[in-house]
Structures are given as structure tokens and as C-alpha cells.
T-cell receptor
Framework: SQQGEEDPQALSIQEGENATMNCSYK?????LQWYRQNSGRGLVHLIL?????REKHSGRLRVTLDTSKKSSSLLITASRAADTASYFC????????????FGQGTRLTINP | DVKVTQSSRYLVKRTGEKVFLECVQD?????MFWYRQDPGLGLRLIYF???????EKGDIPEGYSVSREKKERFSLILESASTNQTSMYLCASSFPGRSSGNTIYFGEGSWLTVV
């Protein structure tokens, strides 16, 4: 079963608006990461938040983590057309091998 | 910059052919991974390797094998390609140890079509 599940599956907003994507997971984690994928390309790491952190910022990105609810959110502020991509959360599980488990992603479209 | 290079960007193979997908990383990473990505299914781990000559099955290893003879190179092998293996294949690498956060660096992907 999927460890990380993103919500919504697709999101379309106007340039300049904020975009929020959510990720839920099932088991305890060491950290949670967000990746971005432009169409037909590989994934690029955006930001990592550890299990003992609640919020993290990087430029226009803000990530929150609520371990009691087993959920995370990625906020992109002042969106740009170039932010159009798919965004994936990935969880590093406490139990098991050192490998990330990816969700199915949120497809974000920024309309100019 | 970390570079993970996949040798072929687009391939078309026939059913039953043996297919090799090659991946090379230049950051001396111990960990290497092969994922496949399909619409609606996200990324699924096929195999991973912690070190030279070591390999472990991921979530969907059936129909695949891997080879890691050198630290920088990790090959994915489809012994007898089938149409249900048409997909995008992503290679990745990372440093070991959770202190590094296990951030993964991906290649650009290989689009395989089996006809």
C-alpha cells in the first residue's frame, strides 16, 4: 500500500497565487522530503523536514510536518509559470532499509 | 553538482529482447536505485544497492535483475522484455546513513517502449 499519498492529485491556479499540496503517510518516519518533477524529466530534491521539526522554509517554499496526524504540506507562495510541475512527497521510514517511499504526486499547473 | 547519467533517453525494444539500462553517478555514492514510473502509480522501487556487488529487491523486482560491478555504475536488466514493462525508468543515488537525510539524486529518466 502507498506510504505517502498526495492531495490533491491535480491543482490549477493563477500565477501569483499560493499553491498548497498535502501528503499523508501511514507509519513512523525519520524524515519527509519533497521533490519536483518537470514533465518527462527526473525528480529534483526541494526540501527535507526531519521528524522532530514542525516547519521549514526555503525561498518561496514552506513545509510543515504534523507527526501526530501523519501529514505534511508544501506551500509555494507567489507562484510562477515555471513552478508548473509534479510534486512528490517521500518518506524515510524508521523501520526498514534506507530507501524513500514516494507518493503518487500532485500535478500543479500555474496559469499565466 | 551531482550528476546521475542514464545512458539511453528513449528506447524501443521488441518483446522477448534482453534490455540493458545503464546508470552512472559521479559523486561516489554508496546507494543506487532503480525506479519505474507509471501514470497513476507514482514511483515504484525495483531494486537498490548499498555497495558494489550488493543488491536488494524493491517492491516490484519481478522480471528485472540488476548488476553493480563498480561503485559508480548500476545496471538494470530486463531478461525478456514484455509490453507491460513499457514505462519510464529512473535511476538514482544517495549517500548512506540517515544523518545525510538520505536525499536522492535522480537521473533524467529512460523511456522504454516494448512492442
Amino acid at each position: 500500500s502507498q506510504q505517502g499519498e498526495e492531495d490533491p492529485q491535480a491543482l490549477s491556479i493563477q500565477e501569483g497565487e499560493n499553491a498548497t499540496m498535502n501528503c499523508s503517510y501511514k507509519t513512523s518516519i525519520n524524515n519527509l522530503q519533497w521533490y519536483r518533477q518537470n514533465s518527462g524529466r527526473g525528480l529534483v530534491h526541494l526540501i527535507l523536514i526531519r521528524s522532530n521539526e514542525r516547519e521549514k522554509h526555503s525561498g518561496r517554499l514552506r513545509v510543515t510536518l504534523d507527526t501526530s496526524k501523519k501529514s505534511s504540506s508544501l506551500l509555494i507562495t507567489a507562484s510562477r509559470a515555471a513552478d508548473t510541475a509534479s510534486y512528490f512527497c517521500a518518506t524515510d521510514l524508521i523501520q526498514g532499509a534506507q530507501k524513500l517511499v514516494f507518493g503518487q504526486g500532485t500535478r500543479l499547473t500555474i496559469n499565466p | 553538482d551531482v550528476k546521475v547519467t542514464q545512458s539511453s533517453r528513449y528506447l524501443v525494444k521488441r518483446t522477448g529482447e534482453k534490455v540493458f539500462l545503464e546508470c552512472v553517478q559521479d559523486m561516489d555514492h554508496e546507494n543506487m536505485f532503480w525506479y519505474r514510473q507509471d501514470p497513476g502509480l507514482g514511483l515504484r522501487l525495483i531494486y537498490f544497492s548499498y555497495d558494489v556487488k550488493m543488491k536488494e529487491k524493491g517492491d516490484i523486482p519481478e522480471g528485472y535483475s540488476v548488476s553493480r560491478e563498480k561503485k559508480e555504475r548500476f545496471s538494470l536488466i530486463l531478461e525478456s522484455a514484455s509490453t507491460n514493462q513499457t514505462s519510464m525508468y529512473l535511476c538514482a543515488s544517495s549517500f548512506p546513513g540517515r544523518s545525510s537525510g538520505n536525499t536522492i539524486y535522480f537521473g533524467e529518466g529512460s523511456w522504454l517502449t516494448v512492442v
